[in-house]
């Protein structure tokens, strides 16, 4: 299969994140051909384009990477998954597309900054594409002590909604295939998607290392 990632950015000060990502695939991957869209500044619009990445890949088998997002290990495992299931991805941090309003109920959140995906899963990423532009973007959300967050652009309810409206079942990885720490605290290594603009620990990185030498070797972590 013809495999490679593809990054969707816009705005001049993503750049660094962007070398940095693509530099970490090269590591694992020196000789994955990766494409990389630029996109409008507008963030809705931006985050619109991203729902059209079906129409961007030039690829059999993508991996999609948000340009925050670091390669910590080898992805073999997940590009085999999404060859044979279609898509390969995450629950999001919140996993309630609830935060988007209660029309969206208990629907599952999937996290769009690491998807694995091949021609199987062509009709959920043209439902995401068709009901992106109508989707409610802005989410929010309260913390313990019942402070107010919340984002005030995001894609992941159309996402949500078009998995749902196509019955399609994803093969659903675990966190630590995109691992978003200011959420998971605790977790077993190795790491494979390091997901923050923030640079990964130099413990966790070399935990990881050692984790890809020995594939026996699985460590709880408490951030």
Not at 1 to 30: C, D, H, T
Not at 67 to 93: M, S
Not at 103 to 122: H, K
Not at 149 to 156: C, W, Y
């Amino acid at each position: 299969m013809n495999r490679g990632v593809l990054y969707i950015v816009w705005g001049e000060k993503i750049e660094p994140l962007l070398q940095r990502s693509i530099a970490s695939v090269r590591r694992f991957y020196p000789s994955m051909p990766v494409e990389v869209v630029r996109g409008t500044e507008d963030p809705v619009r931006g985050l619109q384009q991203k729902s059209r990445m079906i129409s961007h890949t030039p690829f059999e088998t993508t991996l999609f990477l948000d340009a925050d997002t670091v390669v910590l290990g080898n992805l073999d495992y997940a590009f085999d998954r999404a060859e044979e299931f279609g898509l390969a991805c995450c629950i999001c941090e919140c996993p309630w597309t609830r935060r988007y309003g209660a029309i969206e109920g208990d629907n599952i959140e999937y996290n769009t900054g690491v998807l694995f995906f091949s021609e199987q899963a062509r009709p959920v990423f043209e439902a995401w594409q068709t009901m992106a532009p109508d989707c409610p973007s802005r989410s929010t959300w309260t913390t313990s002590d019942n402070r107010p967050r919340g984002l005030e652009f995001d894609d992941q309810a159309s996402f949500a909604r078009a998995v749902r409206a196509c019955k399609f079942n994803p093969h659903v990885l675990p966190l630590n295939w995109n691992l978003r720490p200011m959420f998971h605290r605790n977790f077993f290594a190795p790491v494979k998607v390091w997901h923050d603009p923030h640079e990964a620990p130099e413990g966790l990185v070399k935990l990881s290392e050692a984790c890809e030498r020995n594939e026996r070797m699985v460590t709880y972590v408490k951030m």
